[in-house]
C-alpha cells in the first residue's frame, strides 16, 4: 500500500477546479540567478491542501525566506505515485536541483532508483524506510502529538464514542490510530473510538460521507489522519467538535475546532539544504520529536477547556521527559490480548511494523 494516492475529488475553496496535471511551482521572490543552490520538492496533492502537502511547502518557504537569493526553491504538486514519478525527479535534476524531497511513500521506488541514477544529487524521501549513500529518510513521533490531541477529543465527547476518519490500513496509519484512541481513553474512560477507513489519502469526497456516517452512527467528535479539512467543515456545519491532522487548520471550522497534531519541517529542511549547500549532507534515518519541536500541537479551539489543556500540558512535558510514553505496556489489543507486556517500550522498528488495534477501537486492522 502507498503513503500517499492522489484523489479525484477537488475541494472547492482549496483546489478549484485542479485537474490531473502536473503543476510546477515557485516561491514569490525565488532566486533565478544562474549561482542559486536549487532545492526541490513533490508532493501527492496540491500544495495548497490545508493538510499533508501544504505543510511540506510551508516548509520549502521556511528555507526559501530564510536564505532568500541563495536558494531557489521550486515544487511539484499532484504527482501521482509509480512511474511517472521517476519522470519528475529526472526533470528536476536535468533542472539542476542539488536536493530533492520526496513526501509520500509511494515515490520511494523511484527515489531509489534514481538516487542511483544521480550519485551527486542528495535525496530525502519522508515516511520512507531505504536508506543509501545519498538517500536519507526522516518523519517524526507524531502519535505523540495524536495522543495529546485525542485527549483533547476524549474530553469533548458526552456520548463516549468518537469518530475517527482514516486513510490506508498501513502501520503509519494503524499506530496514529491507536494513539489517538489512547489520548481520548485519559481523559475519558472507555471511550471507543471508531474507524472509517477511506482509501485514500486527499479525497474531500470520501472523507466527508466518512464523517457523516460517524456521526449519525453515535460520535459526537470527529477526528481524523488524512489530509483535507473536508471533516472538519461538516463538523462545523453539523456542530461537531474536531480535531485535525498535518495542519492548523481552525478556519475551517472556527467554532468546532479543538486542536491537532502537526509537523514543523521548515528547520529540519533547512538544516539539510544548509548541509547540502556546504557539502556536508551524509544520509541518515531522523525521526523528530515533541522535544526537538519537530512535531507539535497546534492552537486550541474555543472548546478546549483550561483543566484539559494543563492535562495535556503535563503528559507533553511527562513525553519530552521521557517518564511516559503511550506505548509502554500493559497494552491490549481489541479482542483482550494483551500484546506489550507491562514494562516494556516499543521501538520505532516496533512502531513502523505495527498491525493491531487497541483496546476500545471500532473497526479492522486490515481495512
Known sequence: MTRRKLALAAIGFVI???????????SPGTAKSSGAF????IYVGPHRDGGWSQAHDN??????????SKVQTTYKELVPEGPQTCQVIDSLVHDGNKIIFA?????????????KKYPDVNFLQATGTALGKNLGEYFGAAEDAIYLSGMAAGAATKS?????????????????ANAFALGAQATHPGVKVKLIWTNSWFSPAKEKKAAENLHSSGADVLGQNVDSPATGQYAESAGVPWVGYDSDAHTFAPKEWLTAAIYHW????LKQVKAAMNGTWKSGFYY?????????????????????KAAIAAKKSAIEKGTWYEFRGPLYDQSGKLRIPTGKRLTVKDLYAMNWLVKGVIGSAKG
Open 103 to 115: 513526501t509520500s511513500f509511494g515515490y520511494q521506488p523511484c527515489m531509489i532508483s534514481e538516487a
Open 38 to 41: 536549487k532545492a526541490a520538492w
Open 288 to 308: 523528530g520529536s515533541l522535544k526537538d519541536g519537530f512535531v507539535g500541537l497546534a492552537s486550541y479551539g474555543p472548546k478546549v477547556s483550561a483543566a484539559t
Open 266 to 269: 521548515g528547520p529540519y529542511y
Open 16 to 26: 478549484a477546479g485542479a485537474a490531473l496535471v502536473l503543476a510546477l511551482g515557485t
Open 160 to 176: 463516549g464514542t468518537i469518530g475517527y476518519v482514516v486513510p490506508f490500513a498501513i502501520p503509519e496509519v494503524i499506530r496514529h
Open 59 to 68: 516548509g520549502r518557504l521556511y528555507v526559501q525566506h530564510a536564505l532568500g
